[in-house]
């Protein structure tokens, strides 16, 4: 196998999405990740459905398939000694360990911090919670979309202040693993001049609150606290969805220059003091946004997309996810892969959301895995201990 973490072994002891997600990212770059699974049921996520797909006897869940490509499994039972006692090999032969365990759940199960260095002092150990390890509330459990109203992102989105609406995919599980896979290269490369591993924490909490972006110091610095503003941006107008005759569209007029070409397309003079800088505009913004949704409804979307574009105004479709999977651009950034799966046969996943110059295939491989069924590799990881 190769990619840049080809001599990197990752054991993932976490469940659900974040921790999975993070050793997704790593197995993507070419590391071997070795998943721990309860034996009999396995991953939560393996019972998150439907959809469930596959033959009655080996159902398998659409979820489970997202979140664990480029991953062998092993079924330990961590509450036997065998199973300690491969995990704790498992633990001397690996480079990373990825877990989200309720803090002091691994060390109640006699895989504590410390003792994980001792069975191998240049363990990198990724440890990801709900609301961080430590403080009042740091031994609460973390759900995604609880951790989305905790940490605000919820009161940014969604047509008003009055209905706080999630984000349509558990984010704050997918940014903590991305966090999570950030910390754990950062640690590698520290190892190779140390020699020695460290713990890396992150949390969906730190996560959510470290993609605030402006909308954090709009509070932090300036002392407004943001409301949602549904799908219009709150500081760039008119920069948002707007409705043609026939479909929504976005348009992104991001700056001055922007605004003096798009303003005659919808019959305004660029120069009205209302309009004419980007703060005025923001200021008028409903009266702004009423005038081009009345020029928009004159005419269908594709007749707009086409006068947008030659104007040089950043405008874009709002597509369904079969659209997305079936536009040709998508395909040609490799974002679908098709994979054998042991029970599926051929399946198309999302792919790696990265490209390495000389790589064949997106992410940092030669090829990539299918998800595993169920402790479908312990015999072969148990031989390779033996090794």
């Known amino acids: 196998m190769t990619g840049p973490l080809s001599d990197v072994v990752v054991l993932d002891l ?54 664990n490509r480029n991953k062998e499994s092993i079924a330990l039972d ?11 090999r498992l633990v001397g032969r690996a480079d990373v360990l990825v877990e989200n365990f309720r803090p002091g759940v691994l060390a109640r199960l006699g895989f504590s911090t410390e003792r994980l260095h001792e069975l191998n002092p240049a363990l990198v150990i990724l440890s990801i919670s709900g609301f961080g390890h430590d403080g009042p509330e740091g031994g609460r459990a973390g759900y995604d979309q609880i951790a989305q109203g905790e940490a605000g992102l919820m009161m940014l989105t969604g047509p008003s202040a009055g209905e706080p609406t999630r984000v349509g995919v558990p984010i704050g599980d997918l940014l903590a693993g991305m966090y999570g896979a950030y910390g754990v290269v950062s640690a590698l490369h520290e190892r190779a001049r140390t020699g020695r591993g460290r713990v890396v924490r992150t949390s969906l909490l730190a996560a959510i609150v470290g993609v605030h972006a402006f909308q954090g110091t709009r509070w932090t610095v300036a002392g ?38 798009f303003a005659p397309l919808v019959g305004l003079d660029p120069a009205d003091p209302r309009f004419a800088v980007n703060g005025d505009r923001v200021a008028h913004r409903r009266q702004l946004i009423d005038t081009i949704e009345a020029a928009f409804a004159a005419e269908p979307a594709e007749v707009w997309l086409a006068r947008l574009d030659r104007a040089g105004i950043p405008a874009g479709r709002v597509r369904t996810l079969d659209e997305v999977y079936e536009w040709p651009q998508t395909r040609s950034q490799g974002l679908l892969i098709d994979v054998e799966h042991p029970t599926l046969g051929v399946v198309t996943l999302p792919g790696p959301p990265l490209r390495l110059d000389d790589a064949p295939y997106a992410g940092g491989r030669d090829g990539h895995l299918p998800p595993p069924t169920l402790g479908e590799h312990t015999d072969t990881i148990l031989a390779w201990l033996e090794t």
């Open 14 to 67: 976490s469940r659900a999405l974040a921790g999975p997600h993070a050793a997704m990212m790593l197995g993507d770059m070419g590391a071997r990740v070795i998943k721990v699974e309860q034996p009999g049921s396995g991953d939560d996520t393996r019972s998150w459905g439907p959809p469930f797909v596959g033959p009655e006897d080996r159902r398998e869940s659409t979820y489970f398939l997202s979140c």
């Open 78 to 88: 961590l509450k036997s000694e065998t199973g300690r006692d491969v995990l704790g």
């Open 224 to 261: 407004e606290v943001p409301r949602p503003t549904g799908n219009h941006h709150p500081s760039i107008c008119p920069y948002g969805l707007f409705h043609t005759a026939d479909a929504p569209i976005q348009v992104a007029v991001g700056s001055d220059g922007l605004w003096r070409a």
